[in-house]
């Protein structure tokens, strides 16, 4: 029981230095506090039969030591989880940051398109002058909805 304890606190002194969830704390604290009565218990009577309230005081310790115990894997087992979510997309960020993909915009604008779409527009001298410069430069101007994308 007692080499329990202290493979318990050997592992909890090895993870101060990370965030402990809100569900752990809770039971390092009534784990602490189960080791904290036993301590009292113990100083108090030191006899050779253990009394009823350190027996129930030993066998909750226990039982906290093994949902701990339980917990730990858990704990492993998401970060297990989370490495193999890493490794399956390496970089979500550049992911994020890349460009969309533009071809699914087009094929919705290309069928929001009638017949004669932008027919007035294409027969504008300006559009025609665009069109047939080299390294000439338009461009096209509107409010949010107006078309410019179904043009």
Same mark, same amino acid.
């Given at each position: 029981?007692?080499?329990? !304890? *202290?493979?318990? &606190? @050997?592992?909890? #002194? ?5 965030? +402990? ?39 909750? !310790? *226990?039982?906290? &030591? @093994?949902?701990? #115990? ?5 704990? +492993? ?75």
């Amino acid at each position: 029981m007692f080499d329990s !304890l *202290k493979r318990f &606190l @050997e592992r909890l #002194s090895s993870r101060l230095d990370t965030p +402990i969830k809100p569900a752990l704390r809770d039971y390092v604290k009534d784990i602490f506090f189960n080791l904290l009565v036993l301590l009292d218990d113990m100083k108090e009577k030191m006899t050779i039969a253990f009394p009823k309230r350190l027996r129930g005081t030993l066998a909750k !310790l *226990k039982q906290l &030591l @093994e949902e701990e #115990s339980a917990m730990m894997n858990v704990e +492993i087992l998401e970060q297990q989880a989370n490495i193999t979510d890493l490794l399956r997309d390496p970089d979500p960020v550049l992911r994020w940051l890349s460009a969309p993909d533009v071809s699914t915009s087009h094929d919705d604008a290309v069928n929001k398109r009638h017949g004669n779409s932008g027919g007035w527009f294409m027969s504008r001298d300006d559009y025609n002058k665009w069109k047939t410069e080299e390294n000439s430069f338009m461009w096209i101007h509107g409010m949010t909805g107006s078309g410019k994308t179904v043009l």
